[in-house]
């Protein structure tokens, strides 16, 4: 079992940055894939980023490759999303998810979610 704990999503205006935590705790291996994934409203859930937790390869959507950053921290236990240059499309519910597949994998793939965090940009 694997447990994810999202957080760090708020309120910003166009052009401000935020950046999302994801704790991780239980049997997690080199071989997972850390994703962020993102909802908004009546839309499908996303892959916005994703990263082996091994480190090294990471995979970002085409719509948010130069603006946001996916990154592991082994020691901590933590998986972060840099978000910079928010645009008001990047508004969703964001969560961080886990899972033995490959970066590009879509969200009915992934085995184990956070409970979600709000990103909202003003334009």
């Known amino acids: 079992q694997v447990q994810l704990v999202d957080s760090g999503g708020g309120l910003v205006q166009a052009g401000g940055s935020l950046r999302l935590s994801c704790s991780v705790s239980?049997?997690?291996?080199?071989?997972?894939?850390m994703g962020w994934f993102r909802q908004a409203s009546g839309k499908e859930r996303e892959l916005v980023a994703a990263?082996?937790?091994?480190?090294?390869?990471?995979r970002n959507a085409d719509s948010v490759k130069a603006r946001f950053t996916i990154s592991r921290d082994s020691a901590k236990n933590m998986v972060y999303l840099q978000m910079n240059n928010l645009e008001p499309e990047d508004t969703a519910v964001y969560y961080c998810?886990?899972?033995?597949?490959?970066?590009?994998?879509?969200?009915?793939?992934?085995?184990?979610w956070g409970q979600g965090t709000r990103v909202t940009v003003s334009s």
């Open positions: 990263i082996r937790w091994s480190g090294g390869s990471t």
């Open positions: 998810a886990a899972g033995r597949v490959l970066l590009s994998a879509g969200p009915g793939l992934y085995e184990y």
């Open positions: 239980g049997r997690t291996s080199g071989s997972y894939a």
